[in-house]
């Protein structure tokens, strides 16, 4: 893995762990610019920039977990894995409220 793949690596379990909080968006923020400027490492890494910093903070107000694992052959495998889990419970989420209060 090279220096900058590793850099990206890091970003990316940082704005994961961190969700919510100013650490985790410094992270998010930095690692957008990155794949903003790298057209070439956001095909790898797009799953997780699709997912917005709104989404990350939705689950946390709502107390929707992030903790969880996933394994895919690579990267974007796994990442691509990961956010069709949280948006699963996202809609989860938003299902049980609308028959709460519907």
Same mark, same amino acid.
């Given at each position: 893995? /090279?220096?900058?793949?590793s850099?990206? /690596?890091?970003?990316?379990?940082?704005a994961? /762990?961190?969700?919510?909080?100013p650490?985790?968006? !410094?992270?998010r923020?930095?690692? &957008? &610019?990155?794949?903003?400027?790298? =057209?070439w !490492?956001a095909? %790898? #890494? $797009?799953?997780?920039?699709?997912?917005?910093? =709104?989404e990350?903070?939705?689950?946390?107000? +709502?107390?929707?977990? #992030? $903790?969880? =694992?996933?394994?895919?052959? @690579?990267?974007?495998?796994?990442?691509?894995?990961m +956010?069709? @889990?949280?948006? &699963?419970?996202?809609? %989860? #989420?938003? $299902?049980l409220?609308?028959?709460? !209060?519907?």
């Amino acid at each position: 893995m /090279d220096r900058w793949e590793s850099k990206v /690596d890091a970003l990316i379990r940082l704005a994961e /762990d961190q969700a919510g909080k100013p650490e985790g968006e !410094v992270a998010r923020a930095k690692l &957008q &610019q990155i794949l903003e400027k790298y =057209s070439w !490492v956001a095909e %790898e #890494h $797009q799953p997780l920039a699709d997912f917005a910093i =709104s989404e990350f903070k939705y689950m946390k107000r +709502v107390g929707i977990s #992030h $903790q969880g =694992s996933w394994t895919g052959r @690579d990267l974007q495998e796994t990442l691509t894995i990961m +956010v069709a @889990d949280y948006r &699963q419970r996202i809609e %989860e #989420h938003k $299902q049980l409220q609308r028959l709460l !209060v519907g």
